[in-house]
């Protein structure tokens, strides 16, 4: 499932937008969200879990509010579903969260989000928990040909079990080299790790 809410979606215009489409459909990928709005094509339905998809680098498009009336609806649509938010917002090149994306995040796990993924300040962000939920406020670059420093050339996946009643995380760090990702191991992955740690919730 690939996201389409982001602010780069729309390079090449409307045109471009509906051959992604039709590319991801002829490969069997799945997709979600817009680069300006935030109503039904923002929501994908797979199984147990429900994703939202939101890019808020144009807000006129697509407000803090809307976007948490839309995650309130799809909560009270399907109240024991999974749902993952995932959201286009932040600071370029910033390690910590904003104000703005702390109060949205808080909003909509409020508003019944079960765990917030963020991205689009080209680097990693913290981590945060707020009310038992994790927020990962940035995964940072995984495929992206920005070269000019260490931070930006480093990410996270994020791994999620569920079943019986039980939610794992898992958090796997990426380096890239020339826009190829690659897991960190040994020495690179535990300094990585500590580093995050450092600026991320102390419950953590």
């Given at each position: 499932l690939l996201s389409l809410a982001n602010n780069h979606t729309q390079n090449r215009g409307v045109q471009g937008l509906i051959e992604t489409k039709?590319?991801?459909e002829g490969s069997g990928i799945a997709y979600v969200g817009d680069p300006l709005t935030c109503g039904d094509e923002s929501v994908y339905k797979k199984d147990?879990?429900?994703?939202l998809a939101f890019n808020t680098t144009f807000p006129q498009n697509c407000s803090a509010e809307k976007i948490s009336q839309k995650v309130?609806?799809?909560?009270?649509?399907?109240?024991?579903?999974?749902?993952v938010v995932m959201v286009h917002w932040g600071n370029e090149y910033q390690l910590s969260n904003s104000t703005y994306q702390?109060?949205?995040?808080h909003d909509l796990i409020d508003n019944g989000a079960d765990l917030i993924i963020g991205h689009h300040p080209?680097?990693?962000q913290n981590i945060e928990i707020y009310n038992g939920k994790p927020i990962f406020y940035s995964l940072g670059n995984f495929v992206f040909d920005q070269y000019f420093s260490s931070d930006t050339q480093e990410g996270l996946i994020i791994?999620?079990?569920l079943g019986n009643n039980n939610v794992v995380?898992?958090?796997y760090p990426?380096?890239?080299?020339?826009?190829?990702?690659?897991?960190?191991?040994?020495e690179e992955r535990v300094k990585f790790l500590r580093r995050l740690s450092e600026r991320s919730d102390p419950l953590l």
């Open positions: 039709k590319i991801l147990d879990i429900i994703f309130r609806e799809t909560d009270v649509s399907y109240p024991d579903l999974f749902l702390k109060n949205l995040a080209h680097v990693t791994g999620l079990d995380y898992r958090i990426v380096r890239s080299e020339k826009s190829q990702p690659f897991r960190m191991e040994g």
